[in-house]
């Protein structure tokens, strides 16, 4: 806010502990107080050098009466008019980051230490293409409402999921003291999403496990097993042997591949034990599914669009998620107690929560061994008769 500052009104300025106050002044263009959460009062310059908005701190009330401060403000404005004015002058510069400087900070500081899909993350936040450029501290909600429209335009979801990330993002440097306060703090989400509700019907997952065996290493077999262990993609696409005790038919997950952070167990059906006992080992390699032995596969979107064009026609629109609520659908039908679906997904519901929760150690070792073998022996009845739909449409073609 702007106001003709005093000696008297700056004595009287009380700090505000939620944030820094600042007041420019209406005689001496560019000159602002600025109180701090603790109350120390400094003369800063804010004043545009060379294309950059600088913050120049001239010094702390107190030491530098107002007068002192108003004068000093000239002598550097009457520099930087004459071409005079230099960076390193014995005056602090106040320099901010642009988004575009601060997102690598973030992930490299916060996000791969804290964030197992942080280049996900990464790449959300580069959306933000038109403010990249611009400080941090003076991005304002407006800019990140005209921003979003921007990203909504083709990619609606991904804008919730973006705004979320830059929410993070500004609230972790407000933690750090780089800005006072988030511009787009309590800010909604611009679209409103829809819970997704599709489950595949049990032709679709025969058609699906028939294109899986045309698939083959590693893509095929990896689709196997996500159908039959109903866990997530990522975490079954980067399975390691390490993880897995073949005789004892057990997969640990670790807690830092694991999305809720938690060690996961995942008991191995004979079904499952079947698909990974065909699965090719690199020499030297810990990854179950991978083409070169380095890493884990990729490049799911170019393998989904081949699955699609295998399935039956008409079949909507799925993603390989709805597998999970697929599998969490069909263990109902099944007579699966809901707490031993929860516990097989690894997924948290509110089914047990609270101190209930924190204290819920009991893991369903059995109960989930005999769920995952009931849903295994449905899915492999799928596969027997979407076999003999096949050996029943080749024997009528032939004759």
Same mark, same amino acid.
């Given at each position: 806010?702007?106001?003709?500052?005093?000696?008297? &009104?700056?004595?009287? %300025?009380?700090?505000?502990? #939620?944030?820094?106050?600042?007041?420019?002044?209406?005689?001496?263009?560019?000159?602002?107080?600025?109180?701090?959460?603790?109350?120390? =009062?400094?003369?800063?310059?804010?004043?545009?050098?060379? /294309? =950059?908005?600088?913050?120049?701190?001239?010094?702390?009330?107190?030491?530098?009466?107002?007068?002192?401060?108003?004068?000093?403000?000239? %002598?550097?404005?009457?520099?930087?008019?004459? *071409?005079? &004015? !230099?960076?390193?002058?014995?005056?602090?510069?106040?320099?901010?980051?642009?988004?575009?400087?601060?997102?690598?900070?973030?992930?490299?500081?916060?996000?791969?230490?804290?964030?197992?899909?942080?280049?996900? @993350?990464?790449?959300?936040?580069?959306?933000?293409?038109?403010?990249?450029?611009?400080?941090?501290?003076?991005?304002?909600?407006?800019?990140?409402?005209?921003?979003?429209?921007?990203?909504?335009?083709?990619?609606?979801?991904?804008?919730?999921?973006?705004?979320?990330?830059?929410?993070?993002?500004?609230?972790?440097?407000?933690?750090?003291?780089?800005?006072?306060? #988030?511009?787009?703090? *309590?800010? =909604?989400?611009?679209? @409103?999403?829809?819970?997704?509700?599709?489950?595949?019907?049990?032709?679709e997952l025969g058609a699906l496990w028939a294109a899986c065996e045309t698939e083959g290493y590693p893509f095929g077999d990896c689709m196997k097993l996500l159908i039959?262990?109903?866990?997530?993609?990522?975490?079954?696409?980067?399975?390691?042997?390490?993880?897995?005790?073949?005789?004892?038919?057990?997969?640990?997950?670790?807690s830092q591949r694991a999305k809720n952070g938690k060690q996961h167990t995942v008991p191995i059906t004979?079904?499952?034990?079947?698909?990974?006992?065909?699965?090719?080992?690199?020499? $030297?390699?810990?990854?179950?599914?991978?083409?070169? *032995?380095?890493?884990?596969?990729?490049?799911? /979107?170019?393998?989904?669009?081949?699955?699609?064009?295998?399935?039956? !026609?008409?079949?909507?629109?799925?993603?390989?998620?709805?597998?999970?609520?697929?599998?969490?659908? $069909?263990?109902? %039908?099944? /007579?699966?107690?809901?707490?031993?679906?929860?516990?097989?997904? $690894?997924?948290?519901?509110?089914?047990?929560?609270?101190?209930?929760?924190?204290? $819920?150690?009991?893991?369903?070792?059995?109960?989930?061994?005999?769920?995952?073998?009931?849903?295994?022996?449905?899915?492999?009845?799928?596969?027997?008769?979407?076999?003999?739909?096949? =050996?029943?449409?080749?024997?009528?073609?032939?004759?």
């Amino acid at each position: 806010m702007t106001h003709k500052l005093t000696s008297k &009104f700056i004595e009287a %300025q009380k700090p505000d502990p #939620s944030k820094r106050l600042e007041f420019r002044d209406g005689l001496m263009p560019g000159l602002v107080l600025r109180v701090s959460k603790k109350g120390t =009062k400094t003369f800063c310059l804010h004043k545009r050098v060379k /294309g =950059k908005m600088r913050r120049l701190t001239i010094g702390r009330f107190g030491v530098l009466t107002l007068s002192e401060a108003r004068e000093r403000v000239r %002598q550097i404005l009457y520099e930087i008019e004459t *071409g005079r &004015f !230099e960076d390193h002058t014995g005056i602090e510069v106040d320099k901010k980051p642009t988004l575009g400087d601060a997102i690598p900070e973030y992930i490299e500081k916060y996000a791969k230490i804290h964030n197992r899909d942080w280049q996900r @993350k990464e790449a959300r936040l580069g959306k933000f293409t038109g403010l990249l450029g611009k400080r941090i501290d003076e991005i304002k909600r407006a800019d990140v409402v005209k921003a979003c429209d921007k990203i909504q335009e083709t990619a609606p979801v991904s804008t919730n999921r973006a705004l979320a990330h830059l929410k993070h993002l500004m609230g972790w440097y407000v933690e750090r003291g780089e800005i006072d306060a #988030s511009p787009i703090s *309590g800010m =909604k989400p611009p679209f @409103k999403e829809q819970s997704r509700e599709r489950v595949l019907s049990d032709d679709e997952l025969g058609a699906l496990w028939a294109a899986c065996e045309t698939e083959g290493y590693p893509f095929g077999d990896c689709m196997k097993l996500l159908i039959l262990s109903g866990q997530r993609r990522a975490e079954v696409a980067e399975m390691r042997w390490s993880e897995l005790d073949l005789e004892k038919r057990l997969w640990t997950l670790p807690s830092q591949r694991a999305k809720n952070g938690k060690q996961h167990t995942v008991p191995i059906t004979d079904d499952m034990l079947d698909v990974l006992r065909k699965v090719p080992r690199f020499l $030297n390699s810990d990854f179950v599914f991978t083409t070169t *032995g380095k890493s884990p596969i990729s490049g799911f /979107g170019r393998l989904k669009e081949r699955l699609d064009r295998a399935m039956p !026609e008409g079949t909507e629109p799925w993603i390989n998620h709805d597998l999970r609520r697929t599998m969490s659908t $069909n263990m109902a %039908q099944l /007579g699966v107690p809901q707490p031993v679906t929860e516990a097989l997904l $690894n997924h948290k519901t509110g089914v047990v929560s609270g101190v209930a929760a924190i204290y $819920n150690v009991y893991s369903y070792a059995d109960e989930k061994r005999e769920a995952l073998g009931a849903w295994s022996k449905h899915v492999m009845k799928l596969v027997r008769s979407e076999n003999d739909a096949i =050996k029943t449409e080749i024997a009528k073609a032939s004759n």
